[in-house]
């Protein structure tokens, strides 16, 4: 089995967030697929297998499945598109989170996904105990967002990792406007096997609404400003949210089981 390290969300290698994607001819069982998930010991594996209308595709953290990653279908169509001789332009990936589509323009690749808006929370107390901060605004869809008051306070956050992982919710992501994009983010999700994610595209299925109701405006600019970073190019189309990005293959090997 080939596999594939590729950096999504960035124009150059060492940045934006590592994936592995390991191409099959058909399923193997669900443990196999998870030990090497924990084996790669990236944020995201992503496994695709060819169907009759693209390819089917599952990603995996180090302990969980999860039902949508963008970064690791954003190297899945890098893939596709660049290893694996695919001739078209738009890649349909079959997943538990439905048709997702990938398309190219040039090295710069836009996933079509579904938008998430999240729902106020109203008991924020549990939230601004594991954050150590006031909330004012705070919203739920998969994961939790939380609104800060600057960029600067969103690079400067300190995560307890432990207290995080116990709120009744898959991850929670910070947010604030940003100094030079639109807004800006971080990720967590150490109850998922994932401290902090680098670039998180699922995450802006959340941001993107939010933001663009709260400035008025569908296409975005948002920068994800973990150590690593990353950035990436935004639209809300109705029920759809547009993430377009680039992405750089650091190595190609051979799994061998």
């Known amino acids: 089995m080939k596999l594939y390290q590729v950096d999504a969300f960035t124009s150059s290698l060492f940045g934006g967030n590592p994936a592995a994607v390991v191409p099959l001819d058909g399923w193997l069982d669900d443990c196999l697929l ?29 302990t969980v499945e999860v039902d949508l990653c963008g970064h690791a279908t954003l190297a899945a169509a890098w893939v596709v598109f660049n ?16 048709p997702l589509f990938v398309s190219r323009d040039g090295n710069r690749l836009t996933l079509d996904f579904p938008a998430r808006p999240g729902t106020p929370i109203l008991d ?4 601004e105990a594991a954050l150590g ?20 306070q969103v690079s400067n956050f300190q995560p307890d990792l432990h207290a995080i992982a116990q709120l009744d919710t898959f991850a929670v992501m910070i947010t604030a406007p940003g100094d030079d994009c639109d807004f800006v983010s971080r990720f967590f999700a150490p109850a998922k096997g ?10 802006h299925c959340t941001l ?27 639209a809300l189309n109705g029920d759809r949210v547009s993430l377009s990005g680039d992405a750089c293959c650091y190595l190609k090997g051979e799994l061998l089981l």
Not at 40 to 62: C, H, K, M
Not at 194 to 203: I, K, L, N
Not at 211 to 227: F, P
């Open 34 to 62: 998870q030990n090497i998930a924990l084996e790669n010991n990236l944020s995201e594996t992503a496994f695709i297998v060819p169907d009759e209308q693209g390819y089917a595709l599952r990603w995996f953290t180090p």
């Open 83 to 98: 290893a694996l001789g695919f001739p078209g332009e738009r890649v349909r990936f079959s997943s538990a989170s439905g």
């Open 124 to 127: 924020r107390q549990p939230l």
């Open 133 to 152: 901060i006031q909330i004012a605004t705070a919203l739920q869809a998969r994961d939790t967002l939380v609104l800060l008051d600057s960029a600067e």
């Open 194 to 203: 994932v401290p902090e994610d680098p670039v998180t595209g699922s995450a």
């Open 208 to 234: 993107v609404p939010f933001w663009a109701e709260r400035l008025g405006k569908t296409q975005l600019h948002a920068r994800q400003v973990s150590a690593r970073g990353g950035e990436l190019f935004c």
